[in-house]
């Protein structure tokens, strides 16, 4: 059922009560909000702009109520924007929606209906967005943002999905060709507009890659396996020792360049997507496997080299 308000003084939207700012938003959670995770409010450091690549409102709904995943949820905005100004919020800010891989524990997202590459995504002759964006439309999400930076001071980055997730698929039309696999907001997406009249800064947040967090353990590959990986190019193999131990020891690993794991949110963009992704440190301990789960939540298929580079100069005689 959808629940129509003008917001007049900011809560979450889950409790039924409204935002400040005169915004006019339906309240039409989906059938599984209460599914997703909750979560901290205190902790979102960044929006998501994303466009629907479908025609209209009724497409989104349609998408977004299909069920994907074992826990009965599916892929969705916070947030979504019709090219009138009119603005619906399928899921509350305090509950993790699906829609960025890697990016959504501490996001909100802003789903904006536009056309993109409808209905040929993945066409290979269709792989830029001819479709504008009304000023409406974007009236409603310049003053969606600045509620979200009034209400949430912690919030200070935004990127498009594109951005985020870089990922490419083969064409539809011919499988050699690889194109990416999202285009949104995409090109007629006005940024410099927007950026203009709201205090937030189009980059990654920085990744804290020294804190408490445990790294979940990823998978290992010996070094008799690594040896079987280097004779295909579908590998791509990264030095991640922290930067003191990399200059006590500045060896690589044939076939590895070296990258610092504590500006890994800037590097990670240029690894190739479609490659296997071999990390190691010194050990094969917490610095490799903390690169490999922030990669994996990016979607790389990554692995990391057990016992590290130590072990591998012990079988080379190094």
Not at 72 to 101: C, F, K, L, W
Not at 167 to 178: G, L
Not at 274 to 295: E, P
Request: aromatic residues 10%.
């Amino acid at each position: 059922m959808k629940i129509k308000f003008i917001a007049l003084s900011f809560v979450l939207l889950s409790t039924g009560c409204t935002t400040s700012g005169g915004l006019n938003i339906t309240d039409y959670k989906l059938p599984y909000w209460d599914n997703l995770d909750e979560r901290n409010t205190s902790e979102l450091n960044m929006v998501v702009i994303h466009s629907t690549e479908l025609p209209d409102m009724p497409e989104a709904r349609m998408y977004g109520e299909r069920v994907l995943y074992q826990n009965g949820t599916g892929a969705s905005g916070h947030y979504y924007i019709d090219r009138d100004g009119n603005m619906e919020q399928y899921v509350p800010d305090d509950r993790i929606a699906n829609h960025t891989v890697g990016w959504n524990n501490k996001t909100l997202s802003i789903e904006l209906v536009n056309e993109g590459r409808f209905p040929e995504h993945y066409q290979s002759d269709q792989q830029k967005t001819i479709h504008f964006y009304p000023q409406k439309q974007i009236d409603t999400l310049v003053e969606l943002l600045t509620e979200f930076k009034r209400r949430y001071p912690t919030i200070k980055y935004v990127q498009g999905h594109e951005d985020l997730d870089r990922r490419k698929v083969p064409s539809t039309d011919d499988p050699t060709i690889f194109v990416e696999r999202k285009m949104d907001p995409g090109n007629t997406f006005p940024w410099v507009e927007v950026l203009d009249q709201v205090d937030l800064i189009k980059q990654i947040p920085p990744f804290v890659f020294r804190d408490d967090d445990r790294p979940e353990y990823n998978n290992n590959v010996s070094l008799d396996e690594l040896e079987t990986m280097l004779k295909s190019d579908n590998i791509t193999m990264i030095d991640v020792r922290l930067k003191e131990d990399f200059a006590l020891d500045p060896i690589l690993i044939p076939g590895a360049e070296y990258k610092d794991p504590e500006n890994i949110s800037q590097w990670s963009q240029s690894v190739p997507y479609g490659k296997k992704v071999v990390l190691y440190c010194v050990k094969g301990a917490w610095v490799s496997h903390k690169a490999a789960t922030y990669l994996r939540k990016q979607g790389y298929d990554v692995s990391t080299l057990e016992g590290g580079i130590r072990d591998w100069k012990v079988a080379n005689g190094k």
